[in-house]
């Protein structure tokens, strides 16, 4: 049971153009939300995070949006770089820092 | 810092075959953790480490152990490979709410 859903494998944006990318999660529990950026062959890095008494963190041409009604968040990207090709993970955790519960990712594709 | 470092790279291991996946940190972080990925998959996490001496089993604990006798070092064991444990690892540790991963081991069970 995937309790943090990332639905679309891939997106194409081009560049300087706004890059969205969607998350669902469907544990109620989840306190804390993040997202990671990974490159091939490498490790993921942290991105930006949020907690669920906020609905909005912005973080330079990043900002992740909250809606905890829809249990939905989203990251958006503006202006898009080729550099942010990747692929990029949701993640949320509940509690601590115990568990972290990732998505499938969303490779990200900027066209120049 | 060196941050987060694995070895090895890559590995093929035969069926039944054991080994120990190395990974240490040198930021001094208490948390720290062990996932896998499988191809078209997210990270699971295989255990994790709150501090020396103490680890906890997490989604997907068969066929592994893990020891932390340091707050450096995190081994993660495989005592008896599979194919079904063929996968890219990934060890992390944790600073409050950033978790900084390690470049990956990739093993090939056959």
């Known amino acids: 049971d995937q309790q943090v859903k990332q639905n679309s494998p891939s997106l194409s944006v081009q560049e300087g153009r706004i890059s969205i990318l969607n998350c669902d999660y469907t544990?109620?529990?989840?306190?804390?939300f993040l997202w990671y950026k990974k490159y091939p062959a490498e490790g993921p890095t942290f991105l930006i995070s949020?907690?669920?008494?906020?609905d909005k963190n912005e973080d330079g041409r990043f900002t992740v949006f909250l809606n905890k009604s829809a249990k939905h968040l989203s990251l958006h990207i503006v202006p898009s770089q080729p550099g942010d090709s990747a692929v990029y993970f949701c993640a949320a955790e509940s509690g601590g820092y115990q568990k972290v519960t990732f998505g499938i990712g969303t490779k990200l594709q900027v066209i120049p | 810092n060196a941050g987060v470092t694995q070895t090895p790279k890559f590995r093929i291991l035969k069926i039944g075959q054991s080994m120990t996946l190395q990974c240490a940190q040198d930021?001094?972080?208490?948390?720290m953790y062990w996932y896998r990925q499988d191809p078209g998959m997210g990270l699971k996490l295989i255990y994790y480490s709150v501090g020396a001496g103490i680890t906890d089993k997490g989604e997907v604990p068969n066929g592994y152990n893990v020891s932390r006798s340091t707050t450096e070092d995190f081994p993660l064991r495989l005592e008896l490979a599979a194919p079904s444990q063929t996968s890219v690892y990934f060890c992390?540790?944790?600073?409050?709410?950033?978790?900084?991963f390690g470049p990956g081991t990739r093993l090939l069970v056959l």
């Open positions: 992390a540790s944790r600073m409050k709410e950033t978790q900084y």
């Open positions: 544990n109620s529990m989840f306190d804390y």
């Open positions: 930021m001094n972080h208490n948390y």
């Open positions: 949020i907690s669920s008494i906020k």
